[in-house]
């Protein structure tokens, strides 16, 4: 759990606001996030710092070439507190907002 000492490794986009699309609606809540819209600058090691500092972080998966992440969490509850925590905010190399949800799930 971050403290008052801790890097906050997410902020509040510039004009981001949290979204609620019927797209999201339909991906039900599971263990793993899609993180899209990351910066080129982000390195994965960035990526693991931030989430890492979230309860339940379990892994992340980065794609560089796509520009996504995977993160994986302990609990469907970890993961829906990570979500509203981090979908709309930026990592701390640029202000370009995170788009963050609950990955679809593959059989």
């Known amino acids: 759990i971050p403290t008052a000492s801790s890097r906050i490794p997410f902020t509040r986009a510039p004009g981001s606001r949290e979204r ?4 999201d609606s339909e991906v039900p809540p599971s263990m793993t996030l899609f993180v899209g819209r990351i910066p080129p600058q982000a390195s994965e090691a960035e990526l693991v710092e931030a989430f890492a500092q979230l309860p339940g972080y379990a892994k992340l998966v980065f794609n560089p070439e796509r520009r996504i992440a995977f993160v994986d969490f302990d609990s469907v509850d970890s993961a ?10 930026a990592l701390q190399c640029s202000p370009q907002a995170l788009n963050v949800c609950f990955a ?4």
């Open 20 to 23: 609620d699309t019927k797209r």
């Open 80 to 89: 829906s507190t990570a979500l509203l925590s981090t979908n709309g905010c």
């Open 104 to 107: 679809k799930q593959t059989r």
